[in-house]
């Protein structure tokens, strides 16, 4: 009996057992649509929080350096000037931008009104490097060290609005005891896992001027942006070198965007793999909801076996007919899967904000696998409808 | 004399249910030669439906030897007992046994989905068994559609398609009413009257009458050959 004619006498029994067959694929359908739809989903959600990270580029690090045992006397020795920062990026070649910037805590208020922001302090090295574009105005610089100046958060702007409706340029905002003209308004920045603060939030003061607004405030950051495939390890040891060189206290303490991609992807792979697993467990269900109806199927269509082997079929013929039908429900119900598990992907997509797309690898090892499922799980019942003696089996009714 | 077809010597077999040993054929011989009508009679569980399952290669002997067209089938694996059903041997059971899902033409062409050949060339081969039956006209019945009858005349076209070299025919008409048990059993004396060998197992006197050869089983034993 060739392959065509084991599919046609399979489409006839499968056909004649309408619900018994519908409820095998649907068990095979909702596993596989679950296999896809969860390793669907791992894989978009790891893009999600990777796309974060990669809209700076790859090529970046960040360092901060404290003092390895705490000190009681504040001083300048605590950490690095604004000069030996400069110097790090001169002495190492792979150095293409590098922005130190400082935190301080003050309260920030306007025309009275307390506002919730944080402080920082930084120059227009920073704002090249995290990409902060201005709605108005222009960034705090070097040169305006000493100026009391700042430029406020895209979201620092919107609190100032509940206030005043006025343009906020040239407005005074007060940060602790002082007063400081507004000369910039940053559009909405994209927060980003990498840059730990929140410059939405953010009072940007120039770096030169920081300890004006607060004493103890320490420049002890910086992102560093690198020429593209630097030698991370080697750049982060020439730093560690050179910071020591200026204050052996000093311990540096780095974090490189590759790293941590690397490791997001690691980890954004175990989960994938875990929800895979779950996903095949479903699948697993379902294989054994086919090997129950087939094996249903055999113990009803013993005649038929019976009958079959007298006009001469042979035991692997016999057994070639139950494990295609057992395949065909399993590769339906694996196509209808695949399709309700890739639409399922796209709903939670659309409402989980993440941009929708098609992996091959899902599809694929959801059918795969959901045929496998069909030949592993058939195979049982078919080897026993083979082994069955055919005087037995035309006995019975 | 022609060459016997099949040749059975001192055949035994026992059945062993439930602890307890039933010998249903002891020492059974017998001859069928090509051309030959034979019928094998008996009372119920005179053993003579085992005696079918084993000439039909359905069922294997304990002891003694078969030989069909000279070839001891003692040693034959399952594979190549179903080879030899299929090439040499047709089945018409009392209880016609044709597939319930398939048409009539589907099932009269079961065997020859066994062995290979073009659509066509089986399609021909089914359309001129069933028309042999009388049953063209009714190719795309189902077999709940058909009388008990007509069912069984498919059962017959499905057991000629192959052209075997014998046919089996266990009590095919008892499951009939007399006038189309009639009708088949002249069937069959036509198909025997162009040269085929046929064997068939009844326990109806007026059936076995007919049959130019008889041989009454009782318990396990042939007791009277005939003809």
């Known amino acids: 009996m060739n392959f065509i004619n084991h599919c046609q006498q399979a489409l006839i029994n499968l056909t004649s057992a309408k619900l018994r067959s519908f409820l095998a694929v649907l068990g095979i359908l909702v596993g596989t649509a679950a296999v896809v739809a969860l390793i669907s989903c791992g894989q978009l959600a790891t893009e999600k929080a990777l796309e974060q990270f990669k809209a700076l580029g790859t090529d970046l690090l960040a360092v901060s350096v404290f003092q390895k045992e705490a000190s009681k006397s504040q001083s300048d020795r605590d950490s690095l000037s604004i000069e030996q920062w400069h110097q790090l990026a001169e002495r190492i070649p792979y150095i293409v931008n590098l922005a130190p910037y400082s935190t301080a805590y003050q309260p920030i208020s306007f025309q009275g009104k307390l506002m919730q922001g944080v402080i920082i302090g930084a120059d227009e090295h920073l704002a090249e490097i995290v990409h902060v574009r201005l709605a108005q105005g222009h960034f705090v610089s070097f040169v305006e060290s000493f100026e009391h100046y700042c430029v406020i958060g895209y979201g620092l702007a919107q609190q100032m609005k509940e206030v005043s409706m006025d343009d906020p340029i040239g407005k005074q905002l007060r940060i602790g005891p002082s007063l400081y003209t507004i000369i910039g308004v940053t559009e909405q920045w994209s927060e980003n896992g990498f840059f730990n603060e929140d410059l939405n939030q953010a009072a940007v003061v120039p770096l030169g001027g920081i300890r004006l607004v607060s004493n103890d405030s320490k420049i002890n950051q910086a992102v560093i942006l690198l020429k593209p495939d630097s030698p991370i390890d080697e750049v982060i040891e020439d730093i ?71 006009v001469g079929a042979k035991n692997n013929e016999i057994q070639a007919l139950f494990l295609v039908e057992s395949v065909m429900l399993s590769v339906l119900g694996g196509i209808l899967g695949v399709l309700l598990g890739l639409i399922f992907t796209g709903i939670v997509a659309y409402f989980s904000d993440w941009n929708f797309s098609i992996y091959l690898l899902p599809p694929i090892a959801g059918f795969l696998v959901s045929a496998a499922t069909g030949i592993f799980f058939g195979f ?7 082994k069955l003696e055919p005087m037995v089996s035309l006995r019975s009714e | ?102 048409t009539a033409m589907q099932n009269v062409a079961l065997p020859l989905t066994y062995r290979s050949g073009s659509t066509e060339v089986i399609k021909e081969k089914v359309l001129a068994a069933l028309d042999k039956v009388g049953m063209k006209k009714y190719a795309r019945h189902r077999p709940t559609q058909l009388s008990g009858g007509q069912q069984q005349r498919v059962a017959i076209a499905r057991a000629l398609v192959t052209e075997p070299q014998v046919i089996l025919a266990d009590e095919p008409t008892g499951a009939l009413d007399s006038k189309t048990g009639t009708e088949v059993m ?19 006197e007026h059936i076995a009458e007919q049959c130019k050869k008889n041989i009454t089983l009782v318990d396990g034993l042939v007791v009277a050959e005939s003809g």
């Open chain 1, 240 to 310: 560690k070198q050179i910071v020591r060189s200026f204050n052996s206290k000093l311990t540096v303490f780095p974090r490189s965007a590759k790293q941590i991609i690397a490791s997001m992807e690691s980890q954004g792979r175990i989960f994938t793999l875990l929800l895979a697993v779950i996903g095949g467990i479903s699948l697993l269900v379902g294989g054994i909801g086919v090997m129950n109806v087939m094996l249903v199927s055999v113990s009803e269509r013993k005649k038929e076996i019976g009958i079959r082997k007298a």
């Open chain 1, 380 to 386: 049982y019942p078919a080897r026993r409808a083979a």
């Open chain 2, 1 to 102: 004399m022609t060459e016997a077809l099949i040749r059975i010597t001192d055949l035994i077999k026992s059945y062993h249910l439930e602890g307890i040993s039933t010998t249903v054929l002891k020492k059974v011989s017998l001859n069928v030669h090509r051309g030959d009508l034979l019928a094998i009679v008996g009372a119920s569980g005179s053993g003579k439906s085992t005696l079918m399952n084993i000439i039909g290669l359905l069922d294997k002997a304990d002891s003694g030897t078969y030989l069909l067209n000279n070839k001891n089938v003692a040693s034959l694996t399952d594979d190549d007992s179903a080879t030899l059903r299929n090439q040499h041997i047709g089945f018409v059971f009392q209880q016609f046994n044709l597939l319930p899902r398939f």
């Open chain 2, 186 to 204: 002249n069937l069959f004396l036509a198909l025997h009257a162009e040269g085929r060998t046929i064997i068939m197992v009844t326990h109806d």
